[in-house]
């Protein structure tokens, strides 16, 4: 099971039926790599010492940048009811 193997290599892959690799298929798989990339680099980003000099956020409490997440998180949710 080490190393994994490819699709466009594996014997299997040729019975497959062509139907299965299409344009959706490679659409969700594109954009799904696109979406892991953004929050694993945003979340890197967020704990950097000069993105928190940058937006002053480098002298709060642990208390106080707790509740600005939950500010950012819960501000979204006031325009839907």
């Known amino acids: 099971m080490a190393g994994g193997t490819s699709i466009w290599v594996s014997k299997d ?12 298929l490679l659409y969700l798989l594109v954009t799904g790599c696109f979406y892991g990339f953004d929050s694993g680099n945003i979340g890197g980003i967020l ?35």
């Open 13 to 24: 892959a040729k019975t497959d039926p062509k139907q299965i690799f299409n344009g959706r």
């Open 47 to 81: 704990t950097l010492p000069s993105f928190e000099n940058a937006f002053g956020l480098s002298g709060l409490s642990q208390e106080a940048l707790d509740n600005r997440s939950v500010g950012r998180i819960e501000a979204p949710l006031d325009f839907v009811n």
